[in-house]
């Protein structure tokens, strides 16, 4: 599991929920690799601008080599979104207890 925190600017909130959001541009691409479950995009209830993205994947190797097959893909919508959030950062890199 791989979350991010992103805090939106409120005049790029629809654009960015198209990229982010369920069936935007990330989750094609996330689609396409093997490993890959879901993700869930959620918004702060008292702060809209607020919000967290949860991937889910079946092993940190299926992620792993996702990153090194959609390295230039990732780069491109990296950089795409990169102008949406005022604030983005990794919350972490969970897996299951031993």
Do not use: C
């Not at 601008?49 to 097959?69: C, G, K, P, Q, V």
């Amino acid at each position: 599991v791989y979350i991010w925190a992103y805090r939106v600017l409120p005049e790029r909130v629809d654009e960015f929920r198209r990229l982010y959001g369920p069936e935007g541009e990330w989750v094609r691409m996330f689609r396409q690799a093997r490993g890959y479950l879901s993700t869930n995009l959620y918004r702060d209830r008292n702060d809209r601008n607020r919000y967290l993205t949860i991937d889910h994947w079946e092993s940190e190797e299926a992620f792993r080599d996702f990153r090194a097959r959609f390295a230039e893909e990732f780069g491109r919508l990296d950089n795409e979104g990169e102008h949406l959030p005022l604030e983005e950062k990794p919350l972490g890199e969970l897996g299951p207890m031993p």
